[in-house]
Structure formats: structure tokens, C-alpha cells
């Protein structure tokens, strides 16, 4: 009995292994997936998938996804918004936008660890993009050097009404997501 309960848990670990690098990869492939803007920024998919796995994995599965995928950006990995990569650029003006992901994907799961909620989650999802844009926003002004005025223009503006739209998308398919992950 004891032998098969360890079998048992030795494939879920390695279950939920591969599950985790399945989706740091997707995190990675939804980085190019992206329309490039004027300003040197990009709208890309990353912040859908970024709160899709916050909001349908656990703390633990969520962060190492998005630990995996921020790693692999900033040792050169070209996966980071718009294919960008390396220290340079977490630390430039369009590095807290990353960094606020990483953010994401601990505080998420912690306020969404209850049952499945329509309202709340769409709630929670809606709150988190704009911590992102307002997050990404701070630091390019930190970093840049440029007015609150000028980083709202640059920083927030342009990516606050279509995050927020892949926020709630993203809230309204978990219960979806979470049936294909337990038919494993």
C-alpha cells in the first residue's frame, strides 16, 4: 500500500513537472505573439497568459512558471515582452512590467485559493492588470527619468484597456483550463 502511494505521488510530482515547463514554454511563445507600437512597446499575449496560470495554478505552480520564464529572460533568452532579453533590459524602462508579473503570479493565487468564483476572479483578474500597467508605469518613470504625465501617456494609456479585456478572458476560462489540467 505504502509503495503504490509513492508511486502515486512520484507521478503527480512529475505530472505537475511537466505541466510546469509545458507552460513557462507557452509563457515564453505568448511573448511573440505581440503588436509593436510606436513607442518601442509592445501589446503582446503575455500578460493573458501571465494571469491565466496566477489565476488556475497553485502559488507554487504559478510563480516557478513564471520564475522559469523570467530566468530564461534574463540570462539572454529572447522570451521577455516583444522578444527581449538580458539584465539590461529588466532594468530598463520596460523592465517592470516583467518584474510585475512575477508579482502577479505569487499575490494571485493566494487571493484566489477558494473555490471558483465568476465575479471575484474577473475582479481580482481586472485589479491585477492595472497593478501591472500602474507597476510598469512607476518604474519606467523611475528609470527613465520622466514625468508622471509622460510615463501615463507612454506606460499605462496605451495597454490599459486591452489588458484589462485579456484580464477578464482570462478569468472567464479557468474553470475550462482547470478541467483539461485534471483530466491529466
Known amino acids: 500500500m505504502k509503495q503504490l502511494e509513492t508511486n502515486e505521488r512520484k507521478t503527480n510530482s512529475v505530472q505537475s513537472l511537466v505541466i510546469i515547463a509545458l507552460m513557462a514554454a507557452v509563457l515564453c511563445v505568448s511573448a511573440y505573439i505581440s503588436i509593436p507600437l510606436p513607442n518601442g512597446s509592445h501589446i503582446t499575449a503575455l500578460n493573458f497568459v501571465v ?26 533568452l529572447p522570451v521577455l515582452i516583444g522578444g527581449a532579453s538580458g539584465i539590461g533590459y529588466v532594468l530598463g524602462p520596460w523592465g517592470g512590467y516583467s518584474i510585475s508579473f512575477l508579482i502577479i503570479a505569487l499575490l494571485v493565487p493566494i487571493i484566489c485559493h477558494r473555490k471558483y468564483n465568476r465575479i471575484f476572479y474577473t475582479i ?25 504625465k509622460a510615463t501615463f501617456i507612454a506606460g499605462f494609456l496605451p495597454f ?5 479585456v485579456k484580464a477578464v478572458i482570462a478569468a472567464q476560462i479557468v474553470p475550462q483550463i482547470r478541467k483539461i489540467l485534471r483530466q491529466k
Open 160 to 164: 490599459i484597456f486591452l489588458d484589462v
Open 51 to 76: 494571469m491565466l496560470v496566477a489565476l488556475t495554478f497553485s502559488l507554487r505552480e504559478s510563480f516557478f512558471i513564471n520564475l522559469i520564464w523570467f530566468l530564461l529572460g534574463l540570462i539572454g
Open 124 to 148: 481580482i483578474a481586472i485589479l491585477s492588470a492595472v497593478f501591472v500597467d500602474l507597476f510598469g508605469s512607476f518604474w519606467m518613470m523611475l528609470v527613465s527619468d520622466i514625468s508622471l
